[in-house]
Structures are given as C-alpha cells and as structure tokens.
C-alpha cells in the first residue's frame, strides 16, 4: 500500500461485482445500474433488477437469481439472499470490512480518499466584509461555509483560489478620506498594529464623525464628492488616504479571522478596487458584442423571465445614467479576471440568498459574453439568515445587528465555563481550560452553522451550541476526547487490524459506516454541500458511542487480538473525526 493511495469503498466494489453478474446474466439488458444502497435488512440492498425486469418483460424473482448465480465466488459476500419482488440483500464478509478498514488506517491522513487529478481550479469568493465598517453577524455564514468549502475542495484534489471581495470602494470613502484630511489624526490609536479592537474602534469613530458632519455642512459635503472624483482619478494624496482605511481594516478584518480560527492572508484579498481598470472594457465588450445595451441613458442587460410587478423587463445595470458603474461592471469584470487570467474552471460565490436573482443575472451575463460557457461554470453556494431565538433576524436588545467579534467572544466564555467545570475530573491545566474553551467555543459556532443546509435560516441558540447532548460540535468534540483516553488507557495494547476475527453488529455497524467517509466527501465538494460531512460524523460519533457501550475495549476477559482490534476501531474513528472536523475548520482537543 503507498503512502497515499485511495482505497475502493466496500459499496464501490460490491457495485461493480453486481453490474458484471448483472451483464454476464443478462446480457441483453445492457449496462445496467444495481442500484446498491444501505439497508436495515442487510448490509447493502440492490433494486435494480425490478426495472430491468419490466424491460425485460421477466419475473423479476427469476432474473435475480440468475444474477446471484452469475457472481464469482469472493471474500467480498458473506449472503446473498432475494427477497420481495427481486430485491437482492446482500451481507458482507468480517474479513472484508476489517481488511478494506485497515487499508484506509495504513494511507496516513488521506484515510484512503482519492484525490482528483483531474480536478481543476476553482475560485472561491467568500468571506467580503466591507473596509472601515464592522463585522456583523451577517458575516458569519459566508466566513464559515466558504472556509469549509476551501478545505474541502482542496483535499479531494482541487486547486483552490481563495478571494476575498471586500468593499473598498464607493462614495463613502470620498466623506471618510476628507474627514481624515482635516483631521488627520483621527486614525491613531494607542493599539499596536496587531491591534484590531483598536483599529475597529478608531475607523468608528471616524466613520460617526464624518457622516455627522457630511448630513450638517454643504461645504463639507461639496468637498467630499470632489474628493470621491479624485479617487476615482487615482490622485495620489487621496489614494494614499484611502489605503490607510484599508490597512486599518485589514489589522481589524484579521483580528476576527483569527477568533474564527480562519486563515486570511494578503494576496488572497482583491476587493472591488482591484476591478477598476478593468470596468470600461468590460462595459465596451458588452456593448459592442449587443449584450447590452443603452436604455435611458444606463448600459443594460435584459432577461425574458425577470420582470417587474408591472410586467416590465428588470434590467442589470452595468453602467449608470450618470456614467458611474453599477455592482454589475465590478462581478463581471471579476468574472473576466478569475476565468482569463486565473484560469478557473469553477467560480464559487458563497453570497447570501437574497443576493440570488443579482447573480442569476451576472452569470447569464457572462454567458452570453462567452465567459463562461460549459467548460466554465459559475455557482452561488447561497446562504439563508441568522435568526435569534425568537425566530426572527438576530439583533441586540437594543435592535443593533450583532457585532460579530461580540457574538464569537461569548460563544468562547460560555464554552470556557462548560469546559472548566469538567476540568477537574479530567485534570485539565488552565493553559488547557483557555485553549479548549477557544476550540469548543468557535467550533459550536462554526458547527452551527455548517451542520444546516447552508440555503434555510438557522436559529442561534448558544445554550444549545455549547451542549454535550445532541448533535453539536462539543459532542463530536467530546467523542473523540474520550477516544484519545482510552488510547492513553490503553498501555502496551496497540490498535491492530484483526480481519479473521468475527465482529459484533455493533462493530461491523460503525465499521462500514468507516468506510463511507470518502464517498461522502466526494459528495460533499461535488454539490457544495458541508451539513452532509456535519451530517455523517454526527451520526459516525453516535454510532461510536453505541459501539462502546456494547463492546467493552480493555476488558481484562477479552483476547488480546479482541483488544488489538477493538483499539483499531476506536483509532480510526478518532482519525476520521479529527480529520472531517478539521475539514469542517473545527478543532478537536485530546482531552477534554
């Protein structure tokens, strides 16, 4: 076995074996497809001959067991059996489990995932906050989903483009940049430059103070919308201004990321700004190739199926009336950027839902531009809201929307006090109480999230995130804690791979469940969808926990090689978790 070499799934070889007994005995029905799924009755049941019997205008009993007849003998099937009207309930071997269990241990991290070497290069848009305005709640989502969908993308064999389209640019910025210019001391802080707190609080403070004044003072207003016209021409006084809100955010921007436990670095931050010299050409291709068009005076783009409460066609707008440009020029420019000069395949937006119909329109933009086309493809991960207890859109008492850096600070005490009140038992240091109060804390924010369907709003509930009980993150967390323990327990029995031993249903139960965790990730990238991972190492950390109470470890009554394999069991799982978890961006304490 290589280092890293991918380990066919017990169904995966099972399929095949059914669809060539399927061809030899019944050859006039072509390739066919068993059908192959899990099954309360057996291992795994195949329906597909039903349809093929309708085909074949035959009884579909009969055909089944001609294919039953037809397959070779194997280590594979322990029975076959066909039960109904052609079903086939197939059971398979201890020793196959065990065996194929074993070669995922021996792959090191990859536990036996293949990595797509043919897979392409996809740009990943996520995580946008805006410059010299805070983090919010809102954020969250698109932070989370797209640094789960990165890691996941990237260890099935993707090479991944992150992006970070952050808002630095707009009218805004002419008020703010002239406000520092009269007051050129109003970005100083007493923080270091690692400082966010104080960088956020400074940019606060500014930003409130200009906007006082831009409301009461025409001159002041006169001034700031000349100032915006000197950005826009690139005036170097200006520019300069405008890069020191930059650099301050970004000391903000990152000082979140790393309570978020998310890695952001420089190169993969290109906000609107980064477009800019590239928008008239966009806007003059879609004018001359007749993809858009001018209506009232505005560059436009029309779709038969987007109209109005009228009955009006709704257009995109690219350029304005006014000859500024629209969010429109900015996506699409992007577009042109990512696909001719990045050279993605996939562009991946993870932008909330109610932004769906701005994006169905960019993308049918590109494609009648010919940007993207069926080689090139773009999709929105979309996200629904953060919604309170009450059911409605998360706020503050006061009505304020959340300050995401307040909500993540909570989220870490509560899970601190949860940790530290076990901590005794286990024998927890503070350094250790800190530390897994952090990684319980963000983790069950971050689980939260990712564990509902990105599109349906999701109720944040803290008193639940940071349980022990149900399906969160700290359970998960909690499962393989105690693993490690019984490693730690354990002594000179190490996890070994006993495949001639016969296992409980229990054991063959949590190991076949083992052995789905590379077609659930293959799944998992292929649909954009991170809640099915949250999904499978919930219920693999449940049937972990069923395991354990029905199959004690280190008994002093049991064999050696029952220890040894049990071990193994136990080691796997610990592996599995710790890497799914990490691929969801949540950490996993050795003890907790």
């Known amino acids: 076995m290589p280092e890293h070499g991918s380990v066919t799934s017990l169904a995966s070889t099972l399929q095949q074996q059914l669809a060539d007994a399927l061809t030899a005995a019944l050859p006039d029905a072509g390739t066919a497809d068993p059908l192959l799924r899990r099954s309360d009755r057996a291992d795994f049941q195949a329906n597909g001959i039903l349809a093929l019997a309708k085909k074949l205008k035959g009884n579909p009993r009969e055909l089944a067991a001609r294919v039953t007849d037809a397959l070779p003998a194997s280590e594979l099937i322990k029975d076959i059996e066909v039960s109904g009207p052609g079903f086939l309930n197939v059971t398979l071997t201890d020793r196959a489990i065990t065996a194929t269990l074993a070669a995922r241990a021996a792959d090191g991290d990859r536990l036996g995932v293949p990595a797509n070497e043919a897979a392409g290069t996809t740009v990943v848009d996520y995580a946008q906050p805006n410059v010299a305005k805070e983090m919010h709640v809102g954020h969250l989502r698109s932070a989370v989903i797209g640094d789960a969908m990165v890691r996941i993308l990237e260890f099935t064999g993707e090479s991944v483009v992150r992006r970070h389209h952050i808002g630095d640019w707009g009218t805004q910025f002419g008020m703010l940049i002239q406000y520092l210019v009269e007051h050129p001391h109003e970005l100083d802080h007493e923080g270091g430059k690692e400082d966010g707190e104080a960088a956020m609080s400074s940019l606060n403070r500014l930003y409130k103070a200009s906007r006082a004044l831009f409301d009461s003072d025409e001159e002041f207003k006169a001034r700031s919308r000349d100032r915006v016209v000197a950005l826009q021409a690139g005036d170097a006084e200006t520019l300069a201004m405008w890069q020191r809100f930059v650099d301050e955010s970004k000391i903000y921007f990152y000082s979140v990321f790393d309570k978020l436990d998310m890695e952001i670095s420089d190169p993969d931050i290109v906000g609107e700004s980064g477009y800019n010299d590239m928008l008239e050409e966009t806007c003059r291709i879609l004018e001359e190739t007749g993809v858009a068009v001018r209506s009232e005076g505005a560059l436009c783009v029309f779709f038969d199926d987007v109209l109005g409460p009228d009955g009006n066609k709704v257009p995109l707008i690219v350029k304005k009336t006014n000859g500024g440009y629209g969010y429109a020029a900015t ?13 993605a395949d996939t562009l991946l937006y993870v932008v909330d839902a109610r932004q769906s119909l701005h994006f169905k329109m960019v993308f049918e933009t590109a494609r009648r531009a010919g940007w993207l086309n069926d080689d090139v493809k773009a999709h929105q991960l979309a996200f629904g809201t953060v919604l309170g207890k009450d059911g409605k859109p998360f706020k503050t008492r006061e009505g304020v929307t959340v300050r995401l850096q307040d909500l993540l600070d909570e989220a870490v005490e509560r899970a601190t006090a949860v940790v530290r009140g ?125 395991f354990y109470d029905q199959c004690h470890v280190l008994s002093e009554d049991n064999p050696a090689e029952l220890v040894e394999n049990r071990l193994f069991l136990c080691d796997l799982t610990a592996r599995t978790l710790h890497r799914g978890m990490a691929l969801l961006g949540i950490r996993t304490p050795e003890r907790l």
């Open 422 to 546: 076990k901590a005794e038992k286990v024998g927890l240091s503070e350094r250790e109480i800190v530390e897994n109060g952090r990684y319980v804390g963000v983790g069950a924010v971050k689980y939260a999230d990712l564990s509902t369907s990105a599109v349906r709003d999701y109720k944040f509930d803290l008193d639940q995130m940071v349980s022990l009980n149900g399906d969160t993150s700290v359970y998960l967390q909690y499962a393989y804690a105690r693993i490690q323990s019984i490693l730690r327990k354990a002594g000179d029995a190490k996890p070994v791979a006993h495949p001639e031993l016969e296992l409980a249903p229990a054991e063959r139960t949590l190991g076949l469940h083992l052995d789905q965790f590379g077609e659930v990730l293959a799944e998992v990238a292929a649909q954009y969808e991170p809640h099915k991972l949250a999904a499978y190492l919930y219920q693999l950390a449940s049937l972990y926990t069923t």
């Open 331 to 343: 996506d699409l420019s992007a577009i042109r950027d990512r696909v001719q000069g990045l050279k």
